[in-house]
């Protein structure tokens, strides 16, 4: 499985920026889709996940109402829309794919350890 992010860059705050992440090697029409960030010397952090066929998305309290997770699966990829920036949301953001196929309510679709396979990050940074 091979993930490939894009999209980030320099912005101010205030501003947008539109993360994709192209996937192959898995069908990814059966697999939910995460977002996570890591920012110098801090952990990685969950931010968005949607579910296989867009059922449901979650989302990180601190990105709530300014992010939005989307998917399209004849593209295979998945997208972060990211407006109203903050200097807070700097970090390396990565795109995971979930370890389960389809859908359970038993999934947190949050935890780190419940994606199996990641992209290598994309930096966002957000100037003040």
């Known amino acids: 499985v091979q993930l490939q992010a894009s999209g980030g860059g320099l912005v101010q705050a205030g501003g947008s920026l539109r993360l994709s992440c192209a996937a192959s090697?898995?069908?990814?029409?059966?697999?939910?889709m995460g977002w996570f960030r890591q920012a110098p010397g801090k952990e990685r952090e969950f931010v968005a996940a949607i579910t296989y066929n867009s059922g449901s998305t979650y989302y990180a309290d601190s990105v709530k109402g300014r992010f939005t997770i989307s998917r399209d699966n004849a593209k295979n990829t998945v997208y972060l829309q990211m407006n109203s920036l903050k200097p807070d949301d700097t970090a390396v953001y990565y795109c995971?794919?979930?370890?389960?196929?389809?859908?359970?309510?038993?999934?947190?679709?949050?935890?780190?350890?419940?994606?199996?396979?990641w992209g290598q990050g994309t930096q966002v940074t957000v100037s003040s």
């Open positions: 090697g898995r069908t990814f029409s059966n697999y939910a």
């Open positions: 995971a794919t979930y370890r389960a196929a389809y859908y359970s309510q038993s999934y947190s679709y949050t935890r780190i350890s419940e994606f199996d396979y």
